[in-house]
Nanobody, 126 residues
């Protein structure tokens, strides 16, 4: 079965940076549309950023300029670079993947994704 694994989370101070990784088994991420979501305590899961098969990206306004989604085709991995972290970024971060109908599709709705990882905790202290 397909398995997505996130890594790179941790406890950091405000202003620090982290790089989250999303790797897959039994799925070629290079052929998938991928999204990063996050869920803070007491809040709904929300999209942070998404990337199409060919590398087109979308980033939500609340993190634009601070977070960057990217792919490494050689490593079959999708990354989320988090810079200038604030306490508002504290959440469990999840990656999700789906094999899209088109290589240009940037998938934003959580219900559109077929595969999900278990999440990695990001905690930002003041």
């Amino acid at each position: 079965q397909v398995r997505l694994v996130e890594s790179g989370g941790g406890l950091v101070q405000a202003g620090d940076s982290l790089r989250l990784s999303c790797a897959a088994s039994r799925l070629t991420l290079n052929d998938a549309a991928v999204g990063w979501f996050r869920q803070a305590p007491g809040k709904e899961r929300e999209l942070v950023a998404a990337i199409s098969v060919i590398g087109g990206t979308f980033t939500v306004d609340s993190v634009k300029g601070r977070f960057t989604i990217s792919r490494d085709h050689a490593e079959n991995t999708v990354y989320l670079q988090l810079n200038s972290l604030t306490s508002d970024d504290t959440a469990v971060y999840y990656c999700a993947a789906v094999l899209p109908y088109t290589r240009t599709a940037i998938v934003q709705g959580p219900h559109e994704y077929e595969y999900w990882g278990q999440g990695t905790q990001v905690t930002v202290s003041l």
